[in-house]
Each structure stands twice: as structure tokens, then as C-alpha cells.
């Protein structure tokens, strides 16, 4: 089966919610699925991904859903990773050291934008750090 046919449904769900610069395409057994959207669409979405393929399993899929316009800093997040915890880091950065973790669900607070792909968050236990904002959700 084509991955565009698997997840037709979640396909055609970000097309009816109209996900801004919504790109569709696979390569090397592997189906992307880009733009940006509400923080409400943007969970919808991943409920979505997480019905067709339970506990994200099959490793075919990368969403890279942004939800960035309209946010300030104070606003409360949701970590929506896939199932595990989200890092917090020292830096914006993949290579600057892990600081802390976040885990799934968890609501944390926006300090500030790094920029659109790393925010620095606050969780209610106080660890600080950037994070990637593909796995941060704004609370409606």
C-alpha cells in the first residue's frame, strides 16, 4: 500500500482544516507532511496520525506541523511529541546539551522565541530550555 494511501484520511484532513504551505511527499519509504496551522488543528491532526497507526509504530511518517503564528511569551504549551519525552536544552540546538525533559501531554510555559524552529519553555518543576517547536502545542 502507498503511504499517501494510508494516511489518506490524515492527508485530507489537513487539506479540509487548510494548513498553510501543506506539502505531501515521500521519499525513501518515508511520507512528510509539512506547514503550519492552529494549535487546535495541529492536535486534531496528530489524534489523527495516532488512530491509523496506534503508539506511532510504523516510522513512516514525519509531520512537521508548526503552530508559531500568534503566540507570546507567557502562553501555555502542550508537549506533543510521539511518545516520548520531549528534550529541553541548554541551547537552540541539537548539539548543545540536554537539560531537562518534558514528558507527553505535559503543559509547560513559553519564556521566549529563539526562533520559529526553538523556544525556550518552563515546566512547572522549573527546568528551562530550549525546545523544538514542532513538538509544542498552544493550549485554545
Known sequence: MAL???YKELIDTATAAGVNGLNV????????????????VKQQLWDTYERLDPNYSSGDLVMNINSVAGISDGAKLKVTTNSSNLNIRKGPSTDDEIVGKAARHEVVTLVSKANDQWWLIKTDNGEEGYSFTQYLTPLS
Not at 25 to 40: H, M
Request: proline residues 0%; without cysteine; negative net charge.
Open 25 to 40: 511527499r515521500e521519499q525513501d519509504g518515508v511520507l512528510y507532511i509539512d506547514g503550519a496551522t492552529s494549535g487546535t
Open 4 to 6: 499517501q494511501d494510508k
